[in-house]
């Protein structure tokens, strides 16, 4: 393996330095909202450690609602599929991006919208 680390100089502005491989996580795309009922909630790019809040927000959609977002009905356990949720939970942020909203009331664990 090979391993390298490549110093600038601090006179160098941030746009003239190399692109990354890999962009970092879009922290300028989170903010908080509160719906309408007043509940808070954390609008922010969806992140790798997400898949399993992922799985459980999925067991707790409706056929109705399977219907209406996926314009068909697709079983749990193919909605849920790891191969299926990688590619939904692992985004190269310069492409493309999932934006998720997570209810951030105190006490309580995080939730899906």
């Not at 090979?2 to 100089?9: G, M, P, S, T, Y």
């Not at 399993?52 to 927000?57: A, I, T």
Request: charged share 25%; proline share 7%; with cysteine.
């Amino acid at each position: 393996m090979d391993a390298r680390i490549v110093l600038h100089n601090l006179e160098i502005g941030e746009d003239n330095l190399p692109r990354l491989a890999i962009r970092p996580y879009p922290q300028q795309y989170v903010r908080t909202w509160k719906l309408k009922d007043g509940t808070p909630i954390l609008i922010r790019p969806i992140r790798p450690e997400d898949e399993p809040m992922m799985v459980k927000f999925h067991g707790t959609l409706s056929e109705n609602t399977v219907l209406f977002r996926y314009f068909g009905l697709l079983k749990l356990e193919r909605r849920v599929a790891h191969d299926r949720l990688v590619r939904m939970c692992f985004n190269d942020y310069d492409r493309e991006l999932a934006i998720v909203a997570v209810s951030i009331l105190p006490g309580l664990s995080h939730r899906y919208f």
